[in-house]
């Protein structure tokens, strides 16, 4: 019997940072935070809901690099990416105009056939970009030993998080982590994290533990922050320090979240769950955040959630983002089969097998 060595914890990071970033559309694009402002106990619960589920988009970076560094690169992975990206973006659009809730235009056109170019889902954006460079990527942790890139990642987190979390400003141009760069970066951690077995000691719990008390400075640092600056300044500033993707606080939220569950074990009917859901965890990305459908049923549309009680209310958070996670990953699991049956994959990766082989071949 062969030894299955696909680790399934960071599988399921996939799927569980998936579910956070719906949580994240859902207390913002949908309103909730918003309109709780005036329920001062209620708004706070929504932003430690927030804050927790914010290192969502770096622990899927992290992850690319976790498992990137060590697999030869190929074409065929973002050009079927950008097929799946591609579909639903004309699928889409191709609905809402034969519904009659948009107007032909250059606009939807463009929206239409050039997703990537027309910045319709940023994080594919900046990724595409990131992943053309991956080649270059792996060979800095192929050829730096363990302390060179030690001190390459220490002076990228000074300048990439602390600097610009201290001093407010963007001075590299990140912009708060929606940039290749910055997914770049998260690339090399993973990458690290990984072929050096960093932080191989200490039990999931312990991870778990640290991520949680990193949430609760950066939340106890936002409430501080909002009760302080006023008597300082008469209005509030620098509440969000540490919410940004580019946080330190943020960042190790997501370095411990992947070594948590990358220490995590399953068996039997567990794991052919996890692989069921996470080859199709980036079709619920693309299915609910295409700004089309964030504009006509996510953009105020839970904000009327808050008037509950609070646990009522906190309830109807996990409800709703399970049931968009369920109902976005049965359509891309469509999806999924007709790629399939129509041999996507294997069509693509015989083109480049045929023509772009040994491209990124690099001799010693």
């Given at each position: ?93 191709l609905i ?167 220490k995590m ?11 069921f859901f ?87």
């Amino acid at each position: 019997m062969v030894e299955d060595k696909r680790n399934y914890g960071i599988d399921l990071l996939r799927i569980f940072s998936m579910f956070m970033v719906v949580i994240l559309h859902l207390l913002g694009g949908g309103g909730m935070l918003g309109a709780s402002a005036s329920n001062v106990s209620g708004n706070r619960i929504l932003w430690l809901i927030e804050i927790a589920c914010y290192c969502a988009v770096n622990c899927y970076a992290i992850v690319s690099g976790w498992v990137g560094y060590k697999s030869k690169f190929k074409f065929t992975n973002i050009i079927v990416l950008w097929l799946q990206v591609f579909f639903y973006s004309f699928l889409i659009n191709l609905i809402f105009l034969l519904a009659g809730w948009q107007d032909l235009s250059l606009g939807s056109i463009k929206s239409m056939f050039f997703p990537a170019m027309n910045k319709e889902y940023w994080y594919f954006t900046a990724y595409f970009i990131m992943y053309m460079f991956i080649p270059v990527l792996n060979l800095l942790l192929d050829k730096f030993n363990k302390k060179q890139m030690g001190v390459f990642l220490g002076i990228g987190f000074i300048a990439f998080s602390l600097l610009p979390t201290f001093l407010m400003e963007d001075p590299f141009s990140l912009m708060c982590g929606y940039s290749a760069w910055w997914l770049a970066y998260l690339y090399l951690v993973g990458g690290f994290l990984n072929k050096y077995k960093v932080f191989s000691r200490g039990s999931v719990f312990d991870y778990l533990t640290y991520y949680g008390c990193l949430v609760l400075f950066t939340f106890l640092s936002k409430v501080n922050l909002e009760y302080l600056t006023p008597k300082l300044f008469g209005e509030v500033r620098y509440s969000m320090m540490f919410v940004e993707y580019t946080s330190p606080t943020i960042l190790f939220c997501g370095i411990f979240l992947v070594i948590a569950f990358s220490k995590m074990k399953f068996n039997g009917f567990f794991n052919k769950l996890i692989s069921f859901f996470a080859p199709i965890s980036f079709g619920v990305y693309l299915i609910h955040c295409n700004n089309l459908m964030l504009g006509k049923f996510w953009v105020g549309s839970f904000s009327k959630f808050t008037d509950y009680r609070i646990i009522k209310m906190v309830l109807y958070v996990f409800v709703l983002a399970l049931l968009v996670y369920l109902i976005c990953s049965l359509i891309d699991y469509i999806r999924h089969l007709l790629f399939k049956l129509f041999r996507v994959k294997e069509f693509i990766l015989k083109l480049e097998n045929k023509y772009a082989k040994d491209l990124f071949k690099i001799s010693d």
